[in-house]
């Protein structure tokens, strides 16, 4: 199995623009074993930290093509001819790949974290720290927000969106309290949510509604299923001993690039046909453990803390 380089202490952890700082940045560039001439996918641009030092590494021939669904992000590219930008959510990866007529990449970096920009804009409605509108979509075509959730779903629906993308202790008051307030006056901010659900939180406040966020956040950009989407079209995509590598930031997301990379497949499958027999995987694991942050990291970066590197290779393609 191969190691990710340990960095000094002193070594920066990214080269932060101010408006995100690219976690695990040196460890997954190291594992994508960058090729001079090779062609690469930044899933997800944000500040281009990812993006720059793959790019100090990619020669005149190379290329990188950058996605990110938050126009915002465009903002930060830099000045550079081999770059192409595609200002879309990386579930239309080969999509947008065949449009500019690749069929085929030496590597996919895909960093799942919520940019510090967005959780900075007060007005993206992202944080738990700040009167806003309760807003967070990443991409601000779409129509769906947080308010929109909290207002439309059932509460069978929100009992599960809270449950399973929050892990809410108390996930089914919390649905019914939301339902019940909304009867009341429309939740619509981020302080009227907060105080709307005051009698039902539970433990330390800050952890409680950074849970409810979460969910949120999640199913307004429907972040799991974006992610499922593009794993899927990952392995027709990577050349042979191509690799994958995707930072995650929970477990949610971590299970799900685990069991990818492990069998094929996004869900928990235990066999796949009536025989017992396991589906293979189209990837080779690089990281049998995933790589953490180091201390340093952490230290210069808290939103580093729960973050998770996992890196496949795209086994060699017989029978063509």
């Known amino acids: 199995m191969e190691q990710a380089p340990k960095r000094s202490p002193l070594q920066p952890a990214g080269e932060g623009n101010g408006y995100h700082v690219p976690v695990l940045l040196h460890e997954a560039v190291h594992l994508l074993r960058i090729k001079p001439d090779g062609l690469y996918v930044d899933c997800t641009f944000g500040g281009g930290g990812h993006s720059r030092a793959i790019l100090q590494q990619l020669g005149n021939k190379g290329r990188l093509v950058a996605f990110d669904q938050d126009d915002d992000a465009r903002k930060n590219l830099p000045e550079d001819e081999r770059v192409i930008f595609v200002p ?28 510090s920009h967005q959780f900075d804009e007060a007005d993206r409605g992202f944080s738990i720290r700040f009167q ?3 807003d967070m979509r990443m991409d601000r075509r779409q129509s769906v927000t947080a308010a929109t959730v909290l207002k439309e779903y059932s509460e069978q629906q929100l009992h599960k969106l809270f449950e399973q993308y929050g892990e809410v202790t108390n996930a089914r008051t919390l649905a019914r309290t939301i339902v019940q307030q909304r009867a009341l006056a429309p939740l619509q901010t981020v302080q009227g949510l907060k105080q709307a659900l005051q009698t039902v939180v539970k433990g330390n406040p800050q952890k409680y509604f950074a849970q409810v966020f979460q ?63 396991k589906p293979e995987s189209p990837f080779t694991i690089i990281t049998k453990k995933p790589v953490i942050p180091a201390t340093a990291e952490i230290n210069n970066n ?15 393609v017989t029978g063509r």
């Open 132 to 134: 806003a509108g309760l």
């Open 88 to 115: 879309q959510n990386f579930r239309h990866i080969q999509r947008f790949l065949r449009l500019h007529k690749i069929h085929e990449v030496d590597g996919i970096l895909a960093d799942l974290g919520v940019s």
């Open 302 to 316: 808290t939103r580093a803390r729960s973050a998770k590197l996992r890196v496949a290779e795209r086994k060699a």
């Open 215 to 277: 969910a949120l956040r999640i199913e307004v950009n429907d972040e799991l299923g974006a992610l499922r989407e593009m794993l899927q079209q990952s392995p027709t995509l990577l050349k042979p001993f191509g690799r994958i590598a995707v930072i995650t930031f929970h477990s949610l997301e971590d299970r799900i690039v685990k069991n990818f990379f492990k069998s094929g497949t996004s869900t928990e499958t235990e066999t796949d046909d009536v025989f017992g027999n």
